[in-house]
C-alpha cells in the first residue's frame, strides 16, 4: 500500500522536566526509535512532544510545544497563576490534537494535575513507570492513576522486584528494559570520533559529565574534574556540559567541551569515563561499553547511590566515593591498569545491550495496532523490530527493511516462516540466523545502491523485478546473484550501475531479469565498451525474453571481438 494512502499514526509525548533532563531524554529515545519503525514500514507518523524542560531543543527533530519549568516559573510575578494556566494550557493542547497515543513518564498525575481532565482526548495512554523513591511511586494516589492507563511500561528488567503493583494491573504492564538514548547505528566510529574531537594519537580519552547540567553542584563537580585531570598532559578530555549547563566553562590544549544532548555518539571512542550516574548518562555509558567511574549526586526521586551499588555488584563499572582530587587521581590511575581495562570491557560485553527504547516503541505501536483503523501491521511490526535489534550497527536501517520487504514477497512461504521466526527471535531475545542474514544481504546492498547514486523508488522498483523470477528462485539465491552483480560492476564498471539496472528494467520481461543478470554477470570481461552496450540495449522495440537477451549477449560480444580482431 502506498505511504500517502495510509493512515498516519500521532502521539503526544509529554515530557515533564526541572532541572534535570531524564524524562525528556527518556521519551525522545522511544519516539525515535518509534518513527524509524513506522518508516521502514511506510506508515506516516505525526509524532509530537509536550514537555516543560528548559532544553527543550533537543527534541528538535520533533515538534515540540513548550511550557515553563515550575523551576523557571518559580520566584516570577507568574508563579502565583502559573499551576491553573499550563493546567489549561496542557488540557487545551490534547483536546485540540486528540492523538492516537498520550505518552507520560514518571509522574502518572501529569505535573499539573491534569491526567484525569486529558486522558478521554486521546486513544490510548501508556505510562513509562521508571523507578522512583518507594515512598513516592507507592503512594495512593499514583496507584489509583496507574489503573486508568491502557499500558504501563518499565524501563528495567523483568527480575527486577522494586516495581509492585495491583494483580489486576500486572496484564498492562510490560518490562521494556532500560531506555537510553546510545544508538550503535548512529554513533561515530572510534577512528571518526578522535578525528572530529582532535585528539593526539596516544592520548587516553576519558569523558567527563555531571549529567544534563542542571544540577545546583553540576558547576563544582566539574570545575575540580576537568581541573584534576587535565594536569595530566597524556589525557585528553571530552567535557560533556549538558544541554541545561549555565555555569564556568574550563578550556584548554587537551580539553574538548561539548553543550548538546547527542554527545553519546562519541562514546565508542572513550578509553573511560568519569560521570555523574543519572538514569540516562549511566545506560548510555554502560550500553556503549566504557570502563566508568561513577559518583553519585542527590536527587529527589532518582537514587543514584542505589544505581551504583548495583552496578558494582555486578562488577560493571568502578565507584567514586567522592571528588577528592587525591582520590580522583588514584582511581582514574587504576582505571587506566590494562587489567582494569580488560576486566571491566569483558563484563560489559557479556552483559546484554539494553535495548529498553526499540522494545518500547514496538509496544506503543502494538497497542495502536488495535485500533480498528490502525495502519501498523503487528507481524511486521515485529520482523522489523528483531531486524532493527540483530542488524547493529546499520545506519541504513528503515531503507533495508524497505527493501527486505521486497525480497520476503517474492516467496510467500519465505515471508511466513520469516515473520514467524522474527516472532520467536524477538520473544526470546536470541537472533535469527536467516534474519541477520537478510540484514546482512540488505545492508550491503543498500551500500552499493548510495554508491551508484540510485534513487531508493527506482532500486525498490528494480528490485522488485529482479525477484519475479519464473520459476521462483530462492530468495537468498537472488540477493546473493544481485550483490554479485552490483559489486562486479562497482568494481569492474564504476559509473555504468545506474543506466544499465535501468536499461534492463526496461527492456528485460519481468520474469526474466534475475537469470538474464547471471548471464550478464558471466560475459562482463567479454563486452569492453559498456556505454555501447546500453545504448543498444536501449534501442530495443520489444522486451527481452531469456533466450533473446542471451543472443543479444552473444552479438554484442562478437561485435565486441569482431572489431578487436580487424583491429
Known amino acids: ?27 525522545l529515545a522511544i519516539a525515535r526509535e518509534m518513527r524509524d519503525l513506522l518508516d521502514a514500514l511506510a506508515v506516516p507518523t505525526d509524532l509530537r512532544f509536550l514537555t516543560t524542560s528548559d532544553a527543550a531543543y533537543i527534541a528538535g527533530d520533533f515538534p515540540v510545544y513548550k511550557i515553563p519549568s515550575k523551576t523557571a516559573a518559580a520566584g516570577t510575578a507568574a508563579a502565583e497563576t502559573f499551576i491553573a494556566d499550563s493546567r489549561f494550557f496542557v488540557s487545551n493542547l490534547v483536546a485540540s490534537l486528540r492523538p492516537d497515543l498520550l505518552v507520560l513518564d514518571t509522574i502518572p498525575e501529569g505535573s499539573f494535575n491534569e491526567f484525569l481532565m486529558i486522558r478521554d482526548f486521546a486513544r490510548k495512554t501508556v505510562f513509562v513507570d521508571r523507578h522512583r523513591d518507594p515512598k513516592i511511586r507507592n503512594g495512593k494516589l499514583q496507584k489509583n492513576m496507574l489503573a486508568l492507563y491502557d499500558r504501563i511500561l518499565v524501563p528495567d528488567d523483568p527480575d527486577e522486584a522494586r516495581y509492585p503493583l495491583p494483580e489486576a494491573l500486572a496484564e498492562r504492564r510490560f518490562f521494556t528494559g532500560r531506555i537510553h538514548g546510545f544508538r550503535p547505528r548512529t554513533a561515530f566510529s572510534r577512528e571518526k570520533a578522535r578525528e572530529q574531537l582532535g585528539v593526539p594519537d596516544g592520548s587516553v580519552l576519558i569523558y567527563v559529565s555531571a549529567g544534563g547540567g542542571g544540577d545546583e553542584a553540576a558547576e563544582h563537580q566539574l570545575d575540580i574534574l576537568t581541573e584534576t585531570l587535565a594536569e595530566d598532559p597524556s589525557h585528553f578530555l571530552l567535557v560533556g556540559y549538558g544541554p541545561l549547563y549555565s555555569g564556568k566553562v574550563r578550556y584548554g590544549a587537551n580539553i574538548a567541551n561539548y553543550h548538546g544532548a547527542a554527545v553519546s555518539r562519541f562514546f565508542p571512542a572513550l578509553d573511560l569515563a568519569v560521570s555523574a550516574a543519572g538514569y540516562n548518562t549511566y545506560q548510555e555509558l554502560i550500553t556503549a561499553r566504557v570502563p566508568t567511574l561513577f559518583y553519585a549526586q542527590t536527587k529527589g526521586m532518582d537514587r543514584q547511590e542505589e544505581r551504583i551499588d548495583r552496578g558494582v555488584s555486578a562488577g560493571l563499572h568502578r565507584k567514586l566515593t567522592n571528588l577528592d582530587t587525591s582520590i580522583l587521581r588514584a582511581a582514574v590511575e587504576d582505571m587506566k591498569r590494562a587489567d582494569t581495562q580488560a576486566e571491566l570491557r569483558d563484563a560489559l560485553v557479556r552483559h546484554p545491550p539494553a535495548r529498553g527504547a526499540l522494545s518500547a516503541a514496538v509496544q506503543l505501536l502494538d497497542l495502536h495496532a488495535v485500533l480498528g483503523d490502525s495502519a501498523v501491521e503487528r507481524s511486521a511490526l515485529i520482523a522489523a523490530a528483531a531486524c532493527a535489534r540483530d542488524w547493529e550497527p546499520n545506519a541504513f536501517f528503515p531503507q533495508c527493511w524497505r527493501q527486505a520487504e521486497i525480497w520476503l514477497r517474492c516467496d510467500k512461504l519465505y515471508r511466513q516462516n520469516t515473520m514467524d521466526d522474527a516472532l520467536i527471535a524477538w520473544r526470546s531475545g536470541l537472533a535469527d540466523r536467516n534474519l541477520l542474514a537478510l540484514g546482512k544481504d540488505t545492508a550491503v546492498i543498500e551500500t552499493l545502491r548510495v554508491e551508484a547514486g540510485i534513487s531508493e523508488p527506482d532500486f525498490l522498483k528494480i528490485i522488485d523485478r529482479f525477484t519475479a523470477a519464473d520459476p521462483p528462485l530462492a530468495p537468498s539465491a537472488l540477493r546473493r546473484a544481485f550483490i554479485d552483480l552490483l559489486t562486479s560492476l562497482a568494481e569492474h564498471r564504476p559509473g555504468v550501475t545506474q543506466p ?13 531479469m534475475a537469470r538474464a543478470c547471471r548471464e550478464l554477470l558471466s560475459r562482463l570481461p567479454h563486452l569492453p565498451d559498456f556505454h555501447d552496450f546500453i545504448d543498444r540495449l536501449n534501442t530495443r522495440t520489444k522486451m527481452l525474453d531469456l533466450s533473446a537477451f542471451s543472443h543479444f549477449l552473444d552479438s554484442t560480444c562478437q561485435g565486441a571481438s569482431h572489431v578487436s580482431d580487424q583491429g
Open 500 to 512: 544499465l539496472l535501468t536499461a534492463l528494467t526496461l527492456h528485460v520481461k519481468r520474469a526474466d
Open 1 to 27: 500500500m502506498a505511504r500517502s494512502n495510509r493512515r498516519k499514526v500521532s502521539a503526544l509525548f509529554y515530557a515533564v522536566n526541572g532541572v534535570g533532563l531524564g524524562h525528556l531524554s527518556r521519551l
